[in-house]
């Protein structure tokens, strides 16, 4: 498949599948597991693909163990962990308007961290985003915020999208020079050192997941897919149409998501949806938009 705009859409179509997919199989597994279950796949697809490139590279991955464990830590276990966390009690629906809110908090991340400047139209765009987000955690009604009957699943959900914002805003200590598909894996490897502790503690605690079929396809859907073929498809479509072209089709995410929420687990999109999803991508495209030359 050569067409970089069919794969940009499909790499959209997949991502927004995720949740979909991570809410129908919850109830089998435990949050913990779930996540751990799903990056073990992820590991078993990519391995065959990138061991040989990592081996050729693993001088320079042990020279640069800090930001990769960094990178393993923030954006695969634990991402996936909270996210989890948040959709037992929240909606698919939810999960993915909330991911439309990403790119406005990277530049907040950024400034956080690397004290880099943020504009007014940036601050703008970033507090009519969290408007569209407090929209949708308060359906409409303030009387939900006032007396803090807040489901907590949005809470564990707007947190799993601020870890995306932190690992995205952090990017810049990828290393250099390694294999794409290298540093993929040595990154989900590096987040098994934390995955695995947290697994045998939830398995302690009560824990795990239950051998099914719908689990065991789950996860292995969730390995394959949104976690490997997702970002080999991503990148050869960036290459092809530049990183502003290929970032418009991230904004299919929220509405590809929710139409499949609906269809798919028979979720309702309510009025405070459609708002929230208005102000949360009228943001971004406030935060993210470059003043004319």
Not at 170 to 182: E, K, N, S, T, Y
Request: hydrophobic share 60%; proline share 6%; glycine share 10%.
């Amino acid at each position: 498949m050569n067409n970089p705009h069919v794969l940009l859409f499909l790499t959209a179509l997949v991502w927004a599948s995720h949740w979909i997919v991570a809410r129908g199989i919850v109830p089998y597994s435990s949050p913990a597991s779930m996540a751990f279950w799903r990056w073990v796949a992820a590991i078993a697809v990519l391995a065959p693909l990138a061991a040989p490139a990592l081996v050729r590279d693993w001088p320079a991955v042990r020279r640069q163990w800090k930001p990769i464990l960094f990178f393993g830590t923030v954006g695969t276990v634990l991402y996936n962990w909270v996210g989890y966390l948040g959709i037992r009690t929240s909606t698919a629906t939810n999960a993915v308007l909330f991911q439309a809110l990403t790119p406005a908090l990277i530049p907040l991340f950024a400034w956080l961290l690397f004290r880099e400047r943020i504009g007014a139209r940036t601050a703008a765009g970033l507090a009519l985003s969290i408007a569209g987000v407090l929209a949708v955690v308060c359906r409409l009604d303030a009387g939900v915020l006032l007396g803090l009957r807040v489901n907590p699943g949005d809470f564990w959900l707007i947190s799993c999208v601020a870890l995306w914002g932190l690992y995205t805003a952090c990017v810049r200590w990828q290393p250099q020079g390694l294999d794409p598909l290298a540093f993929m894996l040595a990154v989900m490897l590096a987040g098994m050192l934390t995955g695995v502790p947290a697994w045998l503690v939830d398995l302690a605690a009560g824990g795990g997941a239950q051998a099914s079929w719908p689990f065991a396809l789950g996860v292995l859907y969730l390995g394959a897919f949104p976690s490997v073929l997702c970002y080999v498809m991503w990148n050869r479509g960036v290459r092809a149409v530049g990183p502003t072209t290929a970032g418009a089709y991230l904004n299919l995410i929220p509405l590809l998501g929710a139409g499949m929420a609906s269809a798919l687990l028979g979720e309702r999109l309510h009025l405070y949806h459609v708002v929230g999803l208005v102000l949360i991508l009228g943001g971004v495209w406030l935060a993210t938009r470059r003043p004319r030359a």
